[in-house]
């Protein structure tokens, strides 16, 4: 199965702030079976954005990625209040899906 | 607008059984792929097991082969995981989401509010 491995574990930043997150997968991925996900505490997953740089209903546009094969990242410009939260990526072009053990943005 | 809403955990003893649910509303239930996947303390996110529309075509994790059954009503627009033999590495929040149209898997746009399986003695 294709391991995703996300970095940092925890990124520490301020409001305002540029978050760049990384999801590096063990195999190359097709961009479009690849995904974001943002969790808050007690909530389930919402996806943010698919494929190339589909972003799901409702996400902003400060949430943007990059990246393609085996390196993917989540940018984030300009962090809101309501951003601080765990995001995941997932790949489901191959068997079985899989998902990135996850990067907490916790407010510095 | 699009709902789905599991039932049917609770606390279970090693090697019990549940059987959980997923209502699912807002939506042509029957024209969709549905998807469980869990968060449990020691794995995370994990996907469980997906079955298509028509309910031809299952898939488990290679973990859990064996032990969960997936099974779907479209009548009543519901969705099922039927989990045996229990352990305590199963204990986590299990959600349901609305996969794709074609096909076992894809990401997931809808999810659940989950729910929660604790198995201990």
């Known amino acids: 199965e294709i391991v995703l491995t996300q970095s940092p574990g925890t990124l520490s930043l301020s409001p305002g702030e540029r978050a760049a997150l990384s999801c590096r997968a063990s195999?190359?991925?097709?961009?479009?079976?690849f995904a974001w996900y943002q969790q808050k505490p007690g909530q389930a997953p919402r996806l943010l954005i698919s494929g190339a740089s589909n972003r799901a209903p409702n996400i902003p546009d400060r949430f943007g990625v990059s990246g393609s094969g085996t390196d993917f990242t989540l940018a984030i410009d300009g962090l809101e209040p309501e951003d601080f939260a765990v995001y995941y990526c997932?790949?489901?072009?191959?068997?079985?899906?899989?998902f990135g053990q996850g990067t907490r943005v916790e407010i510095k | 607008e699009v709902q789905l809403v599991e039932s049917g955990g609770g606390l279970v003893e090693p090697g019990g059984s549940l059987r959980l649910s997923c209502a699912a509303s807002g939506f042509t239930f029957s024209d969709f792929t549905m998807i469980w996947i869990r968060q449990t303390p020691g794995a995370g996110l994990a996907w469980v097991s997906s079955i298509t529309s028509g309910g031809d075509y299952v898939d488990y994790a290679q973990s859990l082969k064996g032990r969960f059954t997936v099974s779907r009503d479209n009548a009543r627009n519901a969705v099922y995981l039927q989990m045996n033999r229990l352990r305590g590495e199963d204990t986590g929040v299990y959600y349901c989401?609305?996969?794709?149209?074609?096909?076992?898997?894809?990401?997931?746009?809808?999810w659940g509010p989950g729910i929660l399986v604790s198995v201990s003695s």
């Open positions: 195999q190359a991925v097709s961009t479009a079976y």
């Open positions: 997932q790949q489901s072009g191959d068997s079985p899906p899989t």
């Open positions: 989401a609305r996969g794709p149209r074609f096909g076992l898997n894809s990401f997931s746009p809808y």
